[in-house]
């Protein structure tokens, strides 16, 4: 069997196969909150809660990538430490607040709603945080 040239362009495969922080997975939780939260909606479970939930975690995974690469290019270890603290301390207050303010504005049901979904959504993320950095770990030479 003749091999192919291989493309110069493709990325070098990692030891011990793709890792699960650079897969598709590593975006379930926003997959699942896309995909669920029209059908939620649609089996009537409160409007404002679900939107309010999906939208509050979205940006939170928005905001969490774009702290993430702040801090990365931070020299400083302190510095990027810092950014990482104080978006983590930040992130869970915005959704916390949220929560809390759905709740408040509209039913107490919109809040739990908003809090269900949030909290399957974050059961995921972690699940999936966990298995990246074993992958991480294994792949990683000794």
Known sequence: MIDAPSDPSAPEPTPGGPRLGTSPLRLADIVLIVMAAPVVCLLGAPVLGILAGAGVWVLNRVLELALARRAATREDVRAAIGYNLGGVIGRAWLVGLTIL??????????????????????????????????????????
Do not use: C, I, K
Not at 110 to 134: E, H, K, Q
């Open 101 to 142: 303010a759905v709740g408040t504005a509209g039913e107490r049901e919109d809040g739990l709603a908003a809090a269900v979904l949030v909290f399957a959504a974050f059961t995921l993320y972690f699940a999936n945080s966990l298995l990246a950095r074993s992958f991480e770990r294994n792949a990683s030479p000794s």
